[in-house]
């Protein structure tokens, strides 16, 4: 059975991504990164989740609790000021495993034989995991990550917040030759919710669907606060293309990060052009670019599998049908 690790900034839509995950994957474990919130806050929210899905056999490892280059950027003005906005859940009575998640991606990659990682915050553990043990780019077997954009940002015009908190370990993850899911902003953002969705999980009488709802509507306020029109459940859509992938319609596009730009800095350059898409890693391109010798704007072999559109009627049944199930 595929062994699933998820690399998490709990948050608001990591939470609701780990209540929806563990009713479908084998989690065998969550790692934390600092990213919406301090480290030590979202450690102590993913235990905090683990405990009200009834999970507390899956490990919580404490990861990076700083980007690889920069200083840390949270966002108290969506998740609040825990992390956790909206939902006064219990200390937890588990504590954190032992040791790192770098060393716990590492470990759990080396004996797994098909370890998907499921990233849904900045991607400094992952990164730093790649760096000290390349062994890891044959081993897992795809990467499902929340962030980056094939349009508009958040944090920036350009940056959505995954990929702009840490930019540089972004870049190592998209040239590691791993395979990648991306559910960037482009995606996330037909997934949103409001009122009326809250209402219908409100409906559900179990405490965990209880807490979404507590969530949801802090995420709803903030987000129609700032001018959204609801809230994107950004990071359930990177566990969704685990859990049923045909509900996502993907394209193939050459995707690399700007670690430099002014105003650009944490950009996912995607690639739509027409020599790029559908461009596979192993396939010899028959495409018009082919007689072009200009290098510089030859599109490159595809390496990520971009979301593009998901079934959003479909989606939200599968996430209130799987709260139904605590
Ligand atoms: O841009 C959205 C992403 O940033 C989500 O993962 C959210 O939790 C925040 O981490
Ligand atoms: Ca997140």
Redesign the pocket.
Known sequence: MTSVIIDC?P?L??AIAILLAIKHLNVVGITTVS??ESIEKVTTNALKVLELGGATHIPVVRGSDRPLKRDPVY?PHFHGESGMGGADLPAPTKVPLEGHAVEFIIEVGMSASDLVLIS??PLTNIATALRKEPRLRERVKLISM?GGSVTNG?VTPAA???VYHDAEAADIVFRAKIPIFMAG?NLTGQVLVGQKEIGVIRTINNGAAQVVADLLNFYVTASERLGARGASL??PCAVMAVIEPDMIEFESMHVVVETSGDHTYGMTVCDRRAGALGRRKDERSNSVWDEIDDQLSRPKQANVEVGVSIDRERFFFFLVETLQRY
């Open positions: 900034d948050g839509d990591d990213g919406n966002a849904i915050g929340m958040n959505e917040f995954n902003l950004h990071d």
